[in-house]
């Protein structure tokens, strides 16, 4: 009976201390995946502050190339100044994703948004033989917070724009209300993604632009992972269908019901 006693309270201990070590390893486990996520947001972090600066470096390169045209250089510092506050935004909402914030969401006006981000990006679309379909009504509001949700929308658009520059086609942006959910499609007619990339590119640096020569490489394979996890932290989802050579088609699903 002694030894039963015995055998019984040395397998007590025993699960006690495997139990104290699961713990532990969760708790490293929790610390390891803290530091990852800090690492990957200071990525991507960098990855949207790139798309700001090549706009901001253009419109500098615009006003000293005319130093004259005064109407010029007030256009353009106005676009710098806005640009900057969307970085300085954009600096906030991603560090309050990285630290698991909640973002203070609202209801905007999406064609608003939308062509807000255009008014950044500053260049014609018909400059590079792209047609520009947008067919959103005037009145659709989305519940979201809006500098995460344009970061989403620019770098679609961006990517979309660099699919179609060698031979020109169209992009088109669509929204539809679909029960309790808006439905954001953004597609472009450019080159497409293979079958075998579909189900990688929203991880995070994996990239398809110029594999085989790291010399040309724009790309860092971090714009389509930001998206995800902006639309993850809109309890949204965002997919792809492709066809190469022919089009590509991003569509985001956000929830209208904010009760």
């Given at each position: 009976m ?13 699960l006690s ?13 929790a ?14 972090i960098?990855?949207?502050m790139?798309?700001?600066l ?5 419109y ?41 914030e909640?973002?203070?969401?609202k ?13 950044c990006i ?10 520009l ?44 209300k ?7 499609e953004?597609?472009d ?44 932290a ?26």
């Amino acid at each position: 009976m002694e030894s039963i006693l015995q055998r019984r309270k040395s397998l007590q201990k025993d699960l006690s201390d495997r139990k104290s070590q699961i713990i532990k390893l969760r708790a490293q486990s929790a610390q390891a995946q803290a530091l990852a996520n800090l690492g990957l947001i200071s990525s991507m972090i960098a990855h949207e502050m790139n798309n700001i600066l090549t706009h901001l470096g253009t419109y500098a390169e615009l006003a000293i190339n005319n130093p004259d045209d005064t109407q010029l250089a007030r256009k353009v510092m106005k676009k710098t100044a806005a640009n900057s506050a969307r970085a300085s935004n954009i600096l906030k909402s991603m560090l309050a994703m990285a630290n698991g914030e909640k973002q203070e969401k609202k209801y905007y006006n999406l064609k608003d948004l939308i062509d807000e981000i255009f008014t950044c990006i500053a260049r014609d679309p018909g400059k590079d033989k792209i047609n520009l379909n947008i067919n959103i009504p005037e009145n659709m509001t989305v519940y979201c917070e809006g500098i995460c949700l344009q970061q989403v929308l620019m770098n679609l658009i961006l990517n979309g724009r660099e699919a179609m520059l060698k031979r020109g086609g169209t992009l088109s942006i669509r929204a539809q209300k679909l029960d309790r959910h808006v439905q954001i499609e953004v597609s472009d007619t450019g080159c497409g993604i293979e079958k075998e990339n579909l189900s990688k590119i929203f991880e995070p640096f994996y990239t398809t632009k110029d594999e085989k020569d790291i010399t040309k490489r724009n790309g860092a394979g971090l714009g389509l992972a930001f998206c995800k996890k902006v639309i993850d932290a809109h309890n949204g989802t965002i997919s792809v269908e492709s066809k190469p050579a022919r089009e590509t088609n991003f569509r985001i699903k956000l929830p209208d019901d904010v009760r």
